[in-house]
């Protein structure tokens, strides 16, 4: 018997308050995939993100346990609310029934031309328990996954000779081998051919952010975390200037923790998958910086 094709779901209509969120650079985005709901952007400065039916929840769930007040809170989750966007709870519009938002600050609002890295860390991103089928279908998006200890999903770059942005997609980045992520993938995010003092220094911001986050996956214990990634932004648009003053560089780049639908309790045992990960984008970023200096 010939299989009935699936039935095409329509892209749902944008609330008056919203706009699809234009610095994504990978994952759901509105208007595609099985169920077209992706990340928007509020008029508040805001961004949601829906929660996917069987899955999203478990976001939604994480972000509560680290936000909401408990008397069960503990140094590792006050340690790491820093690490993380800004949770606001749930929103709504009646224009998609049925579907539930997470609100989150959006790390790009601030910066004029951000310039946007999506990393998926660890060597492994299937989560304890998956078939073998899930395992296979995982490995297979980037089999040096294991070795290299991350992904790099899609970056966007804003080139200030072109005034034009520089997008690669996840596609592209399942192309590289281990040995092009540097110069193929984290060299080309930082658009070395323009402000190379200013790109050094950005580094260096990066590395100082990413330590902290490595300093809390060398202690805490709190949590396992699976397809989880790292979202790097700096600020493209400088002026020769502002690259000469003692500028704070600190304020000129963000990373965060993102993408929680695969987080588990660690019952007091290191995670060793993000742990590794997060060591060898240091590592990376680290040798990014010597290749400039």
Known sequence: MEELPKERVPTPPLPPD?????????????????TKLGMLELKDGTLVKPLIPHKGDKEWVFYHSVFEPSESMTKDIENLRPL?????????????????YIKLENITQKFSKPCILDVKVGPRSWQPGSSDEKRVRETQKYPPQSQVGFRLLGLKVYQMASDSYLELDAMYMRKLQPSDILTKGILLYFHVEENIA??????????????????????????????????????????????????????????????????????GLKDENCFIGVTKLLNQFKAALQLLS
């Open 84 to 100: 993380l966007a800004q949770y606001f709870g749930i929103w709504n519009t009646p224009l998609h029934p049925g579907i539930n």
């Open 198 to 267: 200013y790109k050094k220094k950005i580094l260096v911001a990066f590395i100082k952010q990413l330590k902290k986050i490595h300093d809390w996956f060398s202690i805490q214990t709190s949590y396992h975390f699976y397809a989880s990634s790292l979202l790097f932004v700096y600020e493209g648009l400088v002026t020769d200037v502002q690259i000469d003053q003692e500028l704070s560089y600190e304020d000129m780049v963000d990373v965060r923790m993102i993408d929680f639908t695969h987080v588990f309790p660690a019952h």
């Open 18 to 34: 919203a706009t699809p969120l234009k610095t994504q650079v990978s994952g759901h985005f509105y208007g595609q995939k099985e």
